[in-house]
């Protein structure tokens, strides 16, 4: 594989940005080698500046569910482009973009746009303090929410690679107020409640956890956790920003039958342009700023440009049987992956179009300790070599992998036959 070009743009790169990249797990450490540079995509399909191309199954961790490059998308953007760039004004893709989320989401009554999934949930959690009064944050460990203060403990993404449970910078007095406690694991939450319930303000979880690899609720997980907060006047606030628009319409709480009091979105819902939202309970989001006294606010949020992409994404996925179709598509290909890694090492965790592939003597894989006793070396070994095969997967371990819609069965077939032979 010829990577001269990327090898040399990484070189360069770090003379200037710290590890050379904008976002830590972009920088391939825990594949060991660099990073490759892209330079455009179509499709199924991304190409690096050595003219590489690979099957992509990172996305943009998640985001292109319609694939990269979509004529759709692109026709609104554009438009929206040539209209004017930002006004720091309302416009009616705003309105238009969030009666779609809320039609789509029946947990979701109000909505605000804010610009990436970190704003959405830093909001959010201001917001659950604000209306019940509380401090104290349940999460859970190998959950990842962002990059805010008090949400980096015993965090996923690139988190798993900290060597300390939080990141410096952090004052421990801020961590006091966030409990963070392994999924999965009732009697855990149940003891956290035990001890502090009255103060907590919100337990807030990835319903399906996709920052430590794939992770599957048990059953009744969720279920519990809406008991447990009702019980106790908390928040139940999930973290929809990967499963939002990406299990079905109504994101993982419509496939579990959950209703939480706040969602947060991310990733899909701007089409590839910078975009994050949260939404809920009419009379909680009623107390933000201007008719309520929680300060929140953006230059560019709701931007014309991403809420046009994001109108397209919605209308795109509304089709019907969108999701029945790509949601078959990825069982099959899933099951396929499940056989072939059975016997070589490998657990497959998957939930419709997401996937992560574990290599661990464990059968199952439910949490964060689990996934720290994998094999590493095993991972960076298959990596390359399906990367050197043309399959980009996201690089890392801890990260989940993707199908869009235009992953077509002979482009899942081809990514197939090559775990065959890199695993
Ligand atoms: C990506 C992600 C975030 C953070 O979103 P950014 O846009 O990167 O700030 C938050 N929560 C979850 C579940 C995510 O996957």
């Known amino acids: 594989m010829n990577d001269k070009k990327s090898r040399q743009a990484y070189q360069e790169a770090c003379k200037y940005i710290p590890g050379g990249v904008n976002s830590p797990v972009r920088a391939f450490r825990s594949i060991g080698r660099p990073p490759l540079f892209i330079k455009k995509a179509a499709g199924p399909y991304i190409t690096d500046i050595d003219d590489n191309s690979y099957i992509d199954h990172c996305l943009s961790w998640g985001v292109h569910i319609l694939g990269h490059n979509n004529p759709a998308i692109n026709k609104q953007a554009e438009a929206a482009l040539i209209r004017g760039i930002s006004y720091g004004a309302p416009t009616v893709a705003e309105t238009e973009l969030a009666r779609r989320i809320i039609n789509a989401v029946p947990s979701i009554e109000k909505i605000r746009f804010v610009n990436s999934g970190t704003e959405a949930v830093m909001s959010a959690l201001r917001l659950a303090r604000a209306f019940t009064r509380r401090k104290i944050i349940v999460k859970f460990d190998g959950c990842y929410h962002g990059h805010a203060d008090y949400l980096l403990l015993n965090g996923g993404s690139g988190l798993n690679e900290l060597k300390q449970s939080y990141s410096a910078g952090v004052p421990p ?90 969602t947060c979105l991310g990733k899909i819902i701007g089409g590839g342009f910078p975009t994050g939202a949260f939404g809920g309970k009419r009379e909680i989001m009623d107390l933000l700023a201007p008719d309520g006294p929680v300060y929140q606010a953006g230059t560019l949020s709701g931007n014309p440009l991403a809420m046009s992409a994001g109108i397209a994404v919605l209308k795109e996925v509304s089709k019907k049987d969108f999701y029945k179709k790509l949601n078959g598509l990825a069982n099959d290909f899933t099951r396929e992956l499940k056989a072939l890694s059975r016997n070589r090492g490998g657990t497959v965790n998957a939930l419709g179009s997401m996937f992560s592939l574990f290599f661990s ?29 043309g399959i980009y997967l996201s690089p890392s371990p801890y990260e989940a992998n993707f199908l869009s819609s235009k992953h077509s069965p002979e482009i899942l077939h081809q990514t197939l036959s090559m775990v065959k032979i890199a695993i």
């Open 173 to 262: 007095e801020i961590l006091q107020q966030t409990l963070s406690v392994p999924f999965n694991d009732q009697t855990a939450v149940r003891k956290v409640f035990a001890k502090h319930g009255k103060k907590i303000a919100a337990i807030i979880v990835e319903p399906v956890p996709a920052n430590m690899g794939v992770i599957l609720p048990h059953p009744g997980f969720l279920q519990f956790l809406r008991d447990i907060t009702s019980q106790n006047n908390s928040l139940l606030i999930f973290d929809e920003v990967i499963t939002g628009f990406r299990l079905q319409i109504d994101g993982a709480q419509g496939y579990f039958g959950i209703n939480p009091d706040l």
């Open 361 to 389: 003597a464990k059968e199952i894989i439910t949490n964060q300790a689990d996934l720290q006793k994998c094999n590493n070396t095993k991972f960076r070994i298959f990596y390359q070599g399906l990367l050197a095969a």
